[in-house]
């Protein structure tokens, strides 16, 4: 039996392990190289999640005033009385201004001297409670001399169309 | 060569008189004279030996025969400077100068190569090609076809040396006195120094003449080699010959050598056929004074199959591994630009979701959509706000905790972008827990606190701005 000594067998496996160490070697550097920006990327993936789910609350939320029966002004001076029990409430529009389309925001200032301060928990529920809710935006509370009452200053805003 | 056989047969050839003997390779076992004849065989012995080897198939066995010493040439070569490198490139062409044939007409080996005092010397062995030849048609007249053969003094020497071994300085003669011929070796320490046949044995040994003449020769081999004749010398029989009996005594007495020279019996040699036996385990251990003459042009072709097989085996292998590194190469750099491609994809995806289809520029996607939606937030925040309800939520947690840490509140002012609390507390640290929330809330906070005065009461200021409108 001759033995084959042919090289080229060798050689051809060789260059295949050869140029197989070439392709992971570029793999490699391609990973390498990219790596850095894989992660930029995905950060600002991450972020754009993020940012997506503002946009998307804030859609929301304005997909809600759309879905309101009655989209024209409450009147929150109907809550009045909820003030009143021991004290006197004055109450001051502050003017309104546009939102987008036809939507307005409108402030109003009450202030009340000698107020329960308890009622104010059960003022703003049902403020927010309509539709189209009044919430609160500001306030300035000084203790009276007895507790749990005092002046009071409250700003709220209601959008409206 | 590794061995991977347990059993072997050797061939011993003493003259007409062939021994064929089995030896196990494990753990140097047992040697065992399983047949034998004086050639030619007659039909009954043929047949008897086709027998033993047809059952000794199943073992799977290594055959393995001899280069009698008659048949070899055995060399010490040297050069005249000690480089190894450059000397192996010598040692061919002074060894064909030593032949009375052409080197190019023989099958060659050149071991125990090494430098001393200044000189590169080297072992060469070599047996002419129609030797060789005639040696495989004497072993397939038999039925063998032996996979190894080897230079049957090398072999003999080197189970000498590991039955008995040499003190470092000893001078060694071994005589393996057969019945139809004397094999002599002498060496210096582990090292052979020569080796030649006498073609005489214990058969033909029965006159005092004849014992005699045996003895002259064997001196004439000891002067040759042995260059310091005060220098101890331990001379060892083994042999079917060499039986202590009346014959050794004759030898012994016949060779008139000095008292400083003892006599042994190499009785851990197999003394049947200790030839065989050494051909046999030689096989079995790594040493680099094997060397089977069974090369190229006369390989044995289970041998160049099994090359074949291992070649084979190998390149495939290498083929494997080299598609193994392209695929897992390619794949890798596909799984980096796809997982490239989905990310911007999605990035893609999501910007569009945002902006209602309007792109982005690359890189740039992030402040293209706070811009958009900053934008957007100017009118739609509100509607957003109105649902959050902050100031009222803030303004709870703050009352909740003043509750919980006994604060009385004197006066609060909060607003969207900044707030201001005055209160008083039976403890230093109790305001510092109004700082948390507001802080959360985007709230820039300053804590002035007053030291307990009359009241027992640590009055304090808080003030915060807010850092960002949320």
């Not at chain 2, 080299?322 to 990035?347: E, H, K, P, S």
């Amino acid at each position: 039996m001759k033995k084959n000594k042919s090289p080229i067998p060798w050689i051809i496996a060789l260059a295949l392990i050869a140029l197989g160490t070439a392709f992971l070697w570029h793999a490699s550097a391609t990973a390498r190289a990219t790596e850095k920006r894989l992660l930029r990327k995905q950060d600002t993936l991450k972020t754009l999640w993020v940012l997506h789910a503002q946009a998307h609350q804030d859609e929301a939320a304005m997909q809600q005033y759309n879905a309101f029966p009655d989209k024209s002004r409450q009147p929150i001076e109907k809550l009045r009385p909820l003030l009143e029990q021991q004290s006197v409430s004055q109450w001051t529009p502050l003017g309104a201004e546009p939102v987008v389309d036809a939507w307005v925001r409108e402030t109003i200032r009450i202030t009340a001297t000698n107020l329960n301060f308890s009622a104010l928990t059960v003022f703003f529920n049902q403020a927010a409670a309509l539709q189209n809710p009044w919430i609160l935006q500001a306030i300035d509370l000084t203790a009276g001399s007895s507790t749990g009452t005092g002046k009071a200053s409250l700003v709220l805003t209601s959008i409206h169309d | 060569m590794k061995n991977r056989f347990r059993t072997a047969y050797a061939l011993e050839l003493d003259g007409p008189l062939a021994m064929l003997v089995r030896t196990d390779l494990r753990r140097r076992g047992k040697s065992r004279v399983i047949w034998q004849a004086t050639l030619p065989p007659t039909e009954v012995e043929r047949r008897e030996l086709e027998g033993l080897l047809v059952a000794a198939a199943g073992e799977h066995p290594v055959f393995t025969a001899p280069v009698c010493l008659a048949d070899s040439v055995f060399r010490w070569l040297s050069t005249p400077f000690p480089s190894l490198r450059k000397a192996v490139r010598v040692f061919p062409a002074l060894l064909n100068t030593q032949l009375p044939f052409d080197l190019a007409q023989c099958q060659y080996a050149l071991l125990s190569v090494h430098a001393k005092e200044g000189e590169a010397r080297a072992l060469a062995v070599a047996v002419r090609h129609e030797t060789l030849r005639r040696i495989l048609e004497q072993c397939a007249a038999l039925g063998l076809d032996p996979q190894i053969i080897q230079h049957e003094g090398i072999a003999l020497w080197q189970e000498a040396l590991t039955a008995h071994p040499p003190a470092t300085s000893e001078s060694r003669m071994l005589v393996c006195l057969g019945r139809n011929r004397t094999l002599l070796l002498y060496g210096e320490g582990p090292m052979l120094c020569g080796a030649q046949q006498i073609a005489s044995g214990a058969d033909g040994l029965h006159t005092q003449p004849e014992c005699d003449a045996w003895a002259a020769k064997a001196r004439l081999f000891l002067h040759a080699h042995r260059k310091e004749a005060e220098k101890p010398l331990n001379w060892m029989w083994c042999g079917p010959g060499a039986a202590p009996t009346e014959l050794r005594t004759t030898l012994q007495q016949a060779l008139n050598l000095p008292e400083s020279i003892t006599f042994q019996q190499a009785d851990r040699l197999f003394a049947a056929a200790p030839v065989a036996q050494a051909l046999a385990r030689l096989i079995a251990t790594p040493s680099t004074a094997f060397h089977n003459f069974r090369t190229e042009a006369f390989a044995h072709p289970k041998a160049l199959q099994q090359d074949t097989k291992i070649r084979r085996n190998t390149l495939l292998w290498l083929y494997l591994l080299g598609l193994f590194l392209c695929l897992t190469g390619i794949l890798w750099q596909a799984m980096v630009y796809r997982q490239n491609d989905v990310l911007d994809r999605q990035i893609e995806q999501t910007v569009s979701q945002i902006t209602g289809g309007v792109s982005a520029p690359k890189a740039q996607e992030v402040p293209f959509v706070s811009r958009i939606l900053e934008e957007r937030r100017d009118t739609l925040g509100a509607f957003s706000d109105m649902a959050a309800r902050p100031t009222e939520a803030l303004l709870f947690q703050i009352l909740h905790i003043a509750s919980e840490n006994r604060i009385t509140i004197e006066h609060l002012a909060l607003q969207t972008d900044g707030l201001e609390l005055k209160g008083y507390a039976d403890r230093w640290d109790a305001a510092t827990h109004l700082g948390k929330p507001l802080q959360t809330s985007g709230y820039q906070i300053d804590l002035q606190r007053r030291e307990a005065g009359a009241d027992e009461m640590v009055h304090f200021t808080l003030k915060g701005i807010r850092r960002e409108k949320k």
